[in-house]
């Protein structure tokens, strides 16, 4: 039997992901049934507006994405995303 380096399991795990064009569509209209867990059904009308508008009225647990950021993977059903682009204009928002 085979056995992997230890070393090569965990570059496997840091790989990245490749990152989403910044012209590419992203789901415009979140899902209200989702955004209910994380507390972002309040803001789901925010995509496409800059997210200083809604920055300091976020949830404790909520954390913004740019583009180039870096994120845990760990799932977190509570904790509710921004998505937003170069220009800080929110794209998408997820429960997770």
Known sequence: MR??????????ACAETPPTPEGAALSPEPDP?????????????TVGQPVSTIQAN?????RVLGP?????????????NVYVNG???IQ???CG
């Not at 049934?33 to 009308?45: H, K, N, P, R, T």
């Not at 976020?58 to 909520?62: A, M, T």
């Not at 180039?68 to 509710?80: E, H, K, M």
């Open 3 to 12: 056995r992997f380096s230890p070393i090569l399991v965990l570059l496997a």
């Open 33 to 45: 049934v989702d955004l209910a867990f994380c507390q972002g059904e309040d803001f789901a009308d």
């Open 58 to 62: 976020l949830p404790e647990r909520s």
């Open 68 to 80: 180039d950021d870096i994120a845990t993977q760990d799932y977190r059903i509570d904790r509710l």
């Open 87 to 89: 220009a800080g204009v």
């Open 92 to 94: 998408r928002l997820t």
